[in-house]
């Protein structure tokens, strides 16, 4: 079975930095995009960045761009870098990927459980 598991989250002090990772397990054919989202309570989920291949292209919000730098390898591993974070910044943050199980399976959406990041002093 397939499963994301998010890593790195915590409390971290205005103008730091964090790194997220999530690592997808389980047997599967592919993986497609993959995708960090964020979301506080009352709002909607919110899509941070994203990546098509290990070379790219990537994408970002405009609200974290210059600032965070998503990544991937490999080894079925996404992994967001987070540099001078804002209070704003504080969230759930999700992993997300398209994946395809089997060859003749079609891309299924699969999500991590979150994990959070407070930014405070």
């Known amino acids: 079975q397939v499963q994301l598991v998010e890593s790195g989250g915590g409390l971290v002090q205005p103008g730091g930095s964090l790194t997220l990772s999530c690592a997808v397990s389980?047997?599967?054919?592919?993986?497609?995009?993959m995708r960090w989202y964020r979301q506080t309570p009352g709002k909607q989920r919110e899509l941070v960045a994203s990546i098509t291949t290990t070379t790219g292209p990537t994408n970002y919000a405009d609200s974290v761009k210059g600032r965070f730098t998503i990544s991937r390898d490999n080894r079925k591993m996404v992994y967001l870098q987070m540099n001078s974070l804002k209070s704003e910044d504080t969230a759930v943050y999700y992993c997300?990927?398209?994946?395809?199980?089997?060859?003749?399976?079609?891309?299924?959406?699969?999500w991590g459980q979150g994990t959070q990041v407070t930014v405070s002093s």
């Open positions: 389980g047997s599967l054919f592919s993986i497609g995009i």
């Open positions: 997300n990927a398209d994946i395809r199980v089997r060859l003749w399976s079609p891309l299924t959406d699969y």
